[in-house]
């Protein structure tokens, strides 16, 4: 059997091609950290520097998400984001930082507004 064209053209090629495009430069990247980390203290200066920059990214991607939304989330108006926002922020807190409890409250006040 020789690889030909033809049998690059099949169906499922390109899934075949997202699926190790994706996953080998993660897996990579994933094995080396567990590796490099094995060194790494818990209470290091490296991995508090980590945490700060992960916590940035996150709060630019939801700035970014409360501020200039795309899609259907574009429709909602800005004070009701904004609102949506401090309640699952509020009921974080109060549910002694439970991230679920948070997240389900925002986006109950978000759909119930959205809908009603």
Request: glycine content about 8%.
């Amino acid at each position: 059997m020789s690889l030909t064209y033809a049998s690059l053209d099949a169906w499922w090629w390109p899934y075949v091609f997202i699926l190790l495009a994706g996953s080998i430069p993660t897996n990579i990247w994933r094995w080396l950290g567990v590796f490099a980390g094995r060194a790494l203290r818990d209470d290091s200066d490296m991995l508090h520097w980590v945490k700060a920059v992960a916590t940035a990214l996150i709060a630019g991607v939801i700035s970014k998400l409360i501020l200039f939304p795309t899609g259907p989330l574009g429709d909602a108006p800005l004070l009701l984001r904004l609102g949506a926002t401090l309640v699952g922020m509020a009921a974080f807190w109060f549910a002694n930082k439970n991230i679920l409890i948070g997240v389900l409250s925002a986006e109950a006040v978000l759909l119930s507004m959205l809908f009603f």
